[in-house]
């Protein structure tokens, strides 16, 4: 097969990727909504798919979905860019010192083993119920996987090419622009995936802690006030929040790698 072929046969097979996600909600929208007919469940315990439709637009109406949305969403852009920025910067300290591996690395898996449901209670206490601690959360769902993501990316770089660049008697920062920046960007651009849909959680395990706004404040009064339309609703937000993240990831991946397409 050649190269147009094979690129004609992916095209294809998106496609028809596209095509079988509506078909597969509208079956599973059509399981629910046998589910609620079939069992006579209460809408407390599982409301229909037009219940929780209704909701929504009612919730859209008032006013608090976009607003608690729109804390979430401040949220998690906030803690996605502090947790990639701190993660970059140190994981390229990382890969270029083994030394600073070795004395740093514990450390940083040692935090990994403690869940961040754990600890969120305590950011939310010594940071308080305000948006710093929902921010802190994020950064830190996202920290690790971006670090990781990093150095791999940047120990990836062949060799031969550092040589190449010394040659060409390239300086540090040339190096870091025209070799490691772009050799590393598929790498760390896929860590970058995981971390915005991370961060997504980090933020609602921060407002279910504790918060006066957000989707995860929204989840808890509607769970207090047996609402559970609008605990639906609220989830279904945070699922296009995180496919969102993760599409605007994926752009970002065809806008800045375009020359692996180009390459057989």
Known sequence: MDLKSFRKSSRTSR?????????????????????????????????????????????????????????TLTEVLLGLLAGTSAAVALGYAIAKSRLFERLIAPYLVATQAIPIVAIAPLLVIWFGPGMF??????????????????????????????????????????????????????????????????????????????????????????????DTALVFVAVFTLIALALSLYGAVTLLEKKFLTWQESNP
């Open 133 to 226: 601690s929902k921010v802190l959360i994020c950064a830190l769902i996202v920290f690790f996987p971006v670090l990781v993501n990093t150095v791999v990316g940047v120990r990836a770089v062949p060799r031969p090419l550092h040589d190449l660049m010394g040659s060409l008697y390239a300086t540090p920062t040339q190096t870091l622009r025209y070799l490691e920046i772009p050799a590393a960007l598929p790498i760390l651009l896929g860590g970058l995936r995981i971390g915005a849909t991370l961060s997504v959680i980090g933020a609602v395990v921060g407002e279910l802690v504790g918060a006066d706004h957000g989707l995860g404040f929204l989840v808890n009064v509607a769970r207090g006030q047996y």
């Open 15 to 71: 496609y028809s990727l596209y095509g079988t996600a509506p078909v597969s909600l509208a079956v599973a929208l059509l399981l629910w909504w046998l589910i609620t007919r079939t069992t006579g469940l209460p809408a407390f315990i599982l409301p229909s798919p037009l219940q929780v439709a209704v909701r929504f637009w009612k919730a859209l109406a008032d006013g608090s979905l976009i607003v608690n949305t729109l804390v």
